[in-house]
């Protein structure tokens, strides 16, 4: 377990303060192992009040993305479950994928949808497939996952904000309040998100982009560290009064 308290003003920005405590988890990439460690420690660190938050790349690149996703599922649907997944691009190029697989198919399966199928039970896919086996393969996904766990990746929102903390998965346009970002922007990325501060006061919690470690610079607080490559799954728990305490596999 890594743990450490965070002091790492930022004169350009006020204090986070959110309505109330958070934890945000950053880019999961099929490592259920990791998960089930991370959410053991943060439920040793963090008040029943506190709202969990889930930055979005659950699947690809790990191995274990059927079991991430059903587990994630299980516990933001239960009635007073504080959990919210936000959707992430390979989430958006999964359900891309289910709607046309012969478009959306090649650039899934470069990008980690083969350990995706995998972990449903579908292999003998590869990324030189096309036509009707993308259908084929489509088709056996959509029956692996089910009509519900479709139905929920379909449902994901794309950012929540408590007090001036945003949380999103890849990024926000520095020019434009939360409420009218780009779909795209929020789950792929834009120019300006680490070169120009927002003139808000909104911090933006986000994913996407690996660290070393969770940074805190610039309104930005960034909280991939690279699960599947590194073994090293982060969350940041931001209270109210600003401060940050860092929790990780």
């Known amino acids: 377990m890594t743990e450490q308290d965070t002091d790492l003003p930022d004169s350009a920005h ?14 999961i990439h099929g490592c259920a192992d990791l998960l089930e460690n991370l959410s053991l420690k943060i439920a040793a660190e963090v008040d029943a009040d506190t709202r969990i938050i889930c930055v979005g790349d659950y699947v690809d690149r790990g191995d274990a993305s059927a079991a991430v996703l059903r587990m994630l599922m299980e516990e933001a649907t239960q009635p007073s479950s504080r959990l919210t997944c936000l ?5 958006d190029m999964l359900v891309g ?3 046309d697989p012969q478009q959306a198919g090649p650039r899934w399966l470069r990008y980690g949808g083969l350990q995706t199928l995998a972990s449903f039970g579908l292999r003998g896919v590869s990324e030189t497939m096309g036509g009707a086996d993308l259908d084929r393969a489509r088709d056996d996904l959509r029956a692996a996952m089910g009509a519900e766990l479709e139905a929920w990746l379909r449902g994901l929102p794309l950012h929540v904000q408590s007090g001036n903390v945003a949380i ?3 990024a926000a346009d520095p020019e434009l309040p939360i409420l009218q970002q780009d779909r795209k922007v929020l789950l792929w990325g ?20 690996v660290v070393p470690e969770i ?21 940041a728990i931001v209270g109210p009064e600003g401060t940050v305490r860092l929790v990780s596999t």
Do not use: K
């Open 14 to 27: 006020p204090p986070m303060a959110p309505e109330e405590p958070l934890c945000i988890i950053g880019d």
């Open 87 to 91: 959707a992430g691009n390979h989430e």
């Open 97 to 99: 994928f289910l709607d």
């Open 168 to 170: 999103v998965h890849a």
């Open 190 to 209: 834009h120019a300006g998100f680490s070169r120009r501060p927002r003139a808000d006061g909104i911090w933006v919690a986000h994913g996407h982009t």
């Open 215 to 235: 940074r805190q610079q610039g309104g930005r607080l960034a909280v991939d560290t690279g699960a599947y490559a590194t073994g090293r799954l982060s969350a």
